[in-house]
């Protein structure tokens, strides 16, 4: 398989990132790898643009890695699962909504993130795109797939992973997550959050 792996960045790539990314090109004997790397401005201009760039290519698969989200090692190996999309299960902070502290997972029910780890393979509702693979036909079927859905305030309502997420299920489209792939996520964070809850 031909896969182009897409990097969306604000000019940074966290050092482990970098690691796991070279181990992967170095160690990979199996798929045609290519690299993109986007550094600007809005995180949705960034998908678009990669999903834009990927379907200029003949590339099969699309696996975008966000430049703090280190996958595991082996996540080339869910090509073989041959799914439309899998998203990988990454610890998130959810202190961007009002009233909640708490690091949960990105693999959503309900609209809402799972606060327990999962087993294996499992379809769920939306994912978020930290560590996403997406096969070829299902960015030719959606047209810019990650925008962000904004309410007439102008204020951001559903962020770009769950409106694609929602597109995808609007299409037939299924969403799958891996829990034999949970991800690492480095963040800049105020430590006194942390010690609030104590």
């Known amino acids: 398989m031909k896969i182009l792996i897409a990097l969306p960045t604000d000019g940074m790539i966290h050092h482990k990132v970098v690691g796991t990314l070279l181990s992967i090109?170095?160690?990979?004997?199996?798929?045609?790898?290519?690299?993109?790397?986007?550094?600007?401005?809005?995180?949705?201009?960034?998908?678009?643009?990669l999903v834009k760039e990927f379907l200029k290519t003949d590339c099969d698969y699309l696996l975008q890695i966000d430049a703090d989200n280190p996958p595991p090692?082996?996540?080339?190996?869910?090509?073989?699962?041959?799914?439309?999309?899998?998203?990988?299960?990454?610890?998130?902070?959810?202190?961007?909504?009002?009233?909640?502290n708490e690091i949960v997972w990105?693999?959503?029910e309900n609209n809402l993130p799972t606060k327990s780890k999962g087993t294996g393979l499992a379809q769920v509702e939306g994912v978020g795109s930290g560590v996403i693979l997406i096969r070829r036909d299902v960015l030719e079927r959606i047209q810019h797939p990650f925008t962000t859905v904004r309410n007439e305030d102008d204020l951001r309502v559903v962020g770009t992973d769950l409106a694609f997420c929602h597109k995808c299920k609007k299409e037939g489209i299924k969403i799958w997550t891996h829990w034999d792939y949970t991800c690492e996520h480095y963040k800049e964070i105020g430590l006194r959050t942390l010690c609030e809850n104590y």
């Open 73 to 100: 090692l082996n996540v080339l190996d869910l090509v073989d699962l041959d799914k439309e999309v899998i998203g990988l299960p990454t610890p998130i902070n959810m202190n961007y909504i009002q009233g909640i």
């Open 25 to 49: 090109i170095l160690n990979n004997t199996k798929h045609e790898i290519q690299t993109i790397v986007s550094a600007m401005a809005g995180i949705g201009e960034h998908r678009n643009v």
């Open 106 to 108: 990105n693999v959503f």
